[in-house]
């Protein structure tokens, strides 16, 4: 099982990264499938996760209307644009695969992490 993340970067305050996570040795429809974050001297935060096989998604209060997710269930691959960033998105984003059904705490439940990518917002 792998979970590949990439597009973590430096951007500056109110700019955009894209986050890609490629999915492999599992069955990627039987799993909901997003991002959670980790910021030095905080708590993980489950950013935003997708069920494409129910049509569901979930995002925190903290991103919604700047962050979306969508899947591309040919190449197995869950993406999260991310715009108008601010210097408080900065944190280690991580993919995970758990359970199926999203929301605030999905991926707490048994399931896949990958290894995470730094996102850092300058001000």
């Known amino acids: 099982v792998q979970l590949v993340e990439s597009g973590g970067g430096l951007v500056q305050d109110g700019g955009s990264l894209r986050l890609s996570c490629a999915a492999s040795?599992?069955?990627?429809?039987?799993?909901?499938i997003g991002w959670f974050r980790q910021a030095p001297g905080k708590e993980r935060e489950g950013v935003s996760c997708i069920r494409s096989s129910q049509g569901s998604t979930y995002y925190a209060d903290s991103v919604k209307d700047r962050f979306t997710i969508y899947s591309d269930n040919s190449k197995n691959t869950v993406y999260l644009q991310m715009n108008s960033l601010k210097p408080e998105d900065t944190a280690v984003y991580y993919c995970?695969?758990?359970?199926?059904?999203?929301?605030?705490?999905?991926?707490?439940?048994?399931?896949?992490w990958g290894q995470g990518t730094q996102v850092t917002v300058s001000s």
């Open positions: 040795g599992f069955t990627f429809d039987d799993y909901a």
């Open positions: 995970a695969a758990a359970g199926a059904f999203c929301g605030s705490d999905w991926y707490t439940v048994p399931g896949y």
